[in-house]
């Protein structure tokens, strides 16, 4: 299985890296820090893709998706991890910082996502499907937490 992962430096994205290849998967792994990339591709034996990626950035989602297809064929599974949020209440919070995190949380995940469909539909079926998609998003989307504005 293909998989690449965003947000693959840190966290959840880290974890599942790990996880993913001790299952044999191919992992393309995608996050803006290349010493924390590198440091788990070498980890993880130095067999994997590492680009760096702020999909906050849309030339990057697509830059990713293209060497995700070029370096591995194909995406069996695009996992959008990347994200953050600020520990500030919203009265603090400016408008730029709130539009950098809605390009890191939203556009880019519907970047990436947009980039990869067209190539995950050509892939051949396989256990029923031609590819999928993993959202990966944080409880304090889904419930207010102090300040999380």
């Not at 998967?25 to 591709?41: G, P, Q, V, W």
């Not at 599974?77 to 949380?105: H, K, M, Q």
């Not at 959202?135 to 937490?145: E, F, H, Q």
Request: charged fraction near 25%.
């Amino acid at each position: 299985m293909v998989v690449v992962i965003t947000g693959a430096s840190a966290g959840i994205g880290r974890e599942l890296a790990l996880l993913l290849h001790g299952m044999g998967a191919r992992l393309l792994l995608a996050a803006r820090r290349m010493d924390k990339l590198e440091a788990l591709n070498r980890e993880l034996g130095g067999g994997h893709v590492v680009l760096r990626c702020d999909v906050g950035i849309e030339s990057d989602c697509r830059l990713l998706i293209e060497r995700a297809i070029e370096r591995c064929g194909r995406i069996d599974t695009l996992v959008c991890n990347a994200g953050y949020g600020l520990f500030r209440s919203v009265d603090e919070t400016d408008r730029e910082s709130l539009e950098a995190i809605f390009r890191t949380n939203v556009t880019g995940t519907v970047d990436c996502v947009r980039y990869a469909a067209p190539h995950m539909k050509r892939n051949d079926v396989r256990d029923g499907v031609r590819g999928q998609v993993m959202l990966v998003s944080s409880a304090a989307a889904r419930r207010g937490l102090p300040w999380l504005g």
